[in-house]
């Protein structure tokens, strides 16, 4: 499917015309899943504040170029920027339509966002970790999940069918990436921080990781430099915590 606007690949979750979809859609965001008690398979949707089960769980992301320039444009000097300058955007979206938003940053503990996207068939793991999309790649991130008390209209619309990787005959990311942390075996965060820390020679901090960079999966969404090098010195932060 192509975007007519911008004749990059596109997706459903691209082309909503929800008036949800339209309050996101200026900030490079959109509902990339939906989760409902009847797909939440084992999951137990977290509670509304009235105690009350969500009917439905919908999963913001990000992914393409507006999403980056709003953030430059608009962010404070604070200590977490990006999760900030969300939380200010989302917050009074959710409120508008009579939800509730939940962030994948605020925790310990931490809420199961990812698990949630697969349970939704939005994403799927992947050896580029943590998740793959069949038209972003691993270009994008999810920035929110709006508890709502009403169902979405079109709860299955932003399901993805397959997972790229098991029809991938490359696996060029196994061979792009020059550590050994990500290999058939799996994905050792370990030897990716250290690698990115000291021993790579720059490319994979000042560009992203080099593996995702391979994947032919999501090329129209392959994040710039600037935005790259942002997220990975994020990523960096966590050698702190390992
Ligand atoms: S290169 Fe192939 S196996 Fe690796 S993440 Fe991309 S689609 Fe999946
Ligand atoms: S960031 Fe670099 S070291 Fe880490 S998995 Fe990607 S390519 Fe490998």
Redesign the pocket.
Known sequence: MTDPNTQQPSHASLTDNTPLAQALRSYGLFVIGCLTPDNAADLTLPSMRNGKTPEALILIANAGPIFWDRFQAEHRNETDPMDGWTRRILEPIAETFGMEALFPFDGPPFLPFHSWGYAARAFYP???IPA?HPVF??WFGLRAAFLSPQPHPYPHEHSADEN??DS?S?????DACLSNALSREGYDIKSCLAHVAGDDDGFCLANGCR?RR????GQDYIYSPEQAEFHMRGFLTMLDRL
Do not use: L
Not at 170 to 174: A, D, E, I, L, R
Not at 214 to 217: L, N, S, T
């Open positions: 992947s050896p580029n793959i790649g691993s790229p990787c991938c490359t696996h060029s990311c196994f593996a391979a994947c032919p999966v």
